[in-house]
């Protein structure tokens, strides 16, 4: 079964600095790694997600980068804000189609006013 | 489309009652999942139907838990007796193909509290 690790757990930024999150797997045989971006009360909701033939992408002041040969990627917040303060889970794709989606077990974010 | 609806949105309910959680998946989609969401596990998934068929339901914790898929509109999840340890918040989300995993949509979640 495919595994997901993601780190750090909790991660506090000021306001404007740079948020770092990183998610390592182990397998896949499907194209896309996403990162889902949970509010306080909420559901989690897609953010971004990227394929592996390309190494970074980037979307207003989120970027994923992919590190194929390390089985590794990223997410990285610029000029953080109070309002993505939320928690953020990657997942990894099944390594077969009827295999389970890994979600990564979350990294609470807190930007300080 | 409105989404993935979950109900009841809040629950409380004394240790050794039944409760049951609802589920309408989007339209059109053909795999839902129950996932459960606690701080000490994060997110896990519980179950997963495939056109209403269950696929995968080694996430269940023991056998007080069961779900079902009657049709492709409508799930439940049913916990049976409830325990204080079965408080946390339960997501159903549905997806239209498996291997495209960023069309994942969730719903608001159940908080469920068993006193």
């Known amino acids: 079964q495919q595994q997901v690790k993601q780190s750090p757990q909790s991660l506090i930024v000021q306001k404007g600095g740079i948020s770092i999150i990183n998610c390592a797997y182990e397998?896949?045989?499907?194209?896309?790694f996403p990162w889902y971006q949970q509010f306080p009360g909420k559901g989690p909701a897609l953010l971004i997600a990227i394929r592996p033939d390309v190494s970074e992408k980037k979307e207003g002041r989120f970027t994923i980068s992919f590190n194929k040969s390390a089985k590794q990627f990223s997410l990285h917040i610029m000029d953080s804000q109070p309002g993505d303060s939320a928690t953020y889970f990657c997942?990894?794709?099944?390594?077969?189609?009827?295999?389970?989606?890994?979600f990564g077990k979350g990294t609470r974010l807190h930007i300080l006013p | 489309d409105a989404g993935v609806i979950q109900s009841p949105r809040h629950e409380v309910t004394e240790m050794g009652q039944e409760v049951t959680l609802r589920c309408k998946p989007i339209s059109g989609h053909d795999y839902l999942f129950w996932y459960r969401q606690t701080m000490m596990r994060g997110l896990e998934l519980l179950i997963y139907f495939n056109n209403n068929v269950p696929i995968d339901d080694s996430g269940m914790p023991e056998d007080r838990f069961s779900a079902k898929m009657p049709n492709a509109s409508f799930s439940t999840l049913k916990i049976q007796p409830s325990e204080p340890r079965d408080s946390a918040v339960y997501f159903c989300?549905?997806?239209?193909?498996?291997?495209?995993?960023?069309?994942?949509?969730f719903g608001e979640g159940s908080w469920l509290t068993v006193v």
């Open positions: 997942a990894a794709p099944p390594v077969n189609r009827d295999d389970k989606i890994i």
């Open positions: 989300a549905s997806t239209r193909h498996l291997a495209t995993i960023n069309t994942i949509y």
């Open positions: 397998n896949t045989a499907f194209d896309y």
